[in-house]
């Protein structure tokens, strides 16, 4: 672990949690603001050496917001005091790091430990509802990249992303418009990529949410009949289908979709005469 340091700070004011800076890293860029998303590499040792964990050698960065409590008070010290690209070796007394009780089996009681550690870069908090409507939809272009390459769950997984930057955000007025408006596309997206997994019932709850926002959504609603359809459930499905058909009564590929769907239906009923026809010979 021998390397020069450039300069020493006592993070913590009572060297319970000590910075010795490696690498310098960007000044031009300000340090991470409380809430920030980081992104860094770290190695943690035991004092006699022993790596317990690292990013490193799992070649996974690791991400966590900073000075929010979701790590050891000893990183949110240090995080919060990192430029972008900066290496610098942390030392943490217990109080700093996993207090008298460790954290079995790894951490021993009352351990100092040392990390390494490099931040590869850090977003600002998302708090403003334009701001989290333009990271929505930053995401919503990354899942429609998937979708088009047919990565139907990777898809989901980004388009879940998405509409995680509008957790726990319940604006008023013309910001609850925009947000709503931002999350419908999302939601029908999603849903789509449900029908494509087949996973029926999952995507009749996401249509579902759509028209909790737009109940005369006319994907939303279709989207739902071929939910159904894929359950099994053809009373309900056309019920769906010729509501979106009304709606949207020009729509060509809908009344291709009805046609199909009763010829379906038609085939799964005369499949049950043959069925209980055996049943009884």
């Known amino acids: 672990m021998a390397t020069e340091v450039l300069r020493k700070v006592d993070l913590s004011g009572d060297g319970g949690a000590v910075k010795e800076v490696l690498v310098e890293g960007d000044s031009s860029r300000p340090f991470p603001p409380e809430g920030s998303e980081g992104t860094l590499h770290y190695t943690g040792y035991l004092t006699d050496g022993t790596v317990f964990d690292s990013s490193v050698q799992r070649n996974v960065p690791f991400k966590t917001k900073i000075g929010v409590g979701m790590v050891i008070k000893g990183w949110d010290l240090c995080m919060a005091t990192m430029h972008v ?7 943490c007394t217990s109080e700093y790091a996993y207090g008298d009780n460790g954290s079995p089996p790894v951490i021993p009681p009352k351990a100092t430990l040392v990390f390494d550690m490099e931040l590869l870069d850090y977003k600002k908090p998302i708090d403003s509802i334009p701001d989290k409507i333009e990271a929505a939809n930053q995401k919503k272009d990354e899942g429609n990249d998937l979708f088009k390459q047919q990565k139907f769950k990777e898809a989901y997984d980004v388009y879940e992303e998405a509409l995680n930057f509008f957790q726990y955000t319940y604006p008023k007025g013309e910001e609850e418009k ?20 087949k996973e029926y019932k999952k995507a009749r709850i996401s249509c579902e949410k759509c028209l909790d926002i737009d109940e005369t959504n006319v994907k939303a609603i279709f989207r739902r009949g071929q939910a159904w359809q894929g359950m099994g459930d ?17 729509n060509q590929d809908l009344r291709k979709a009805y046609e199909a769907l009763k010829r379906q239906e038609q085939q799964h009923l005369e499949q049950q005469k043959k069925m209980f026809k055996n049943m009884f010979q």
């Open 178 to 197: 925009l947000m709503n408006s931002t999350k419908l596309p999302i939601l029908l997206n999603q849903a789509a990529c449900q029908l494509r997994l």
């Open 85 to 91: 690209g900066e290496k610098c070796r942390l030392t």
């Open 234 to 250: 053809f009373e309900k499905a056309k019920i769906d289908f010729i509501a979106a058909i009304k709606l949207d009564p020009h």
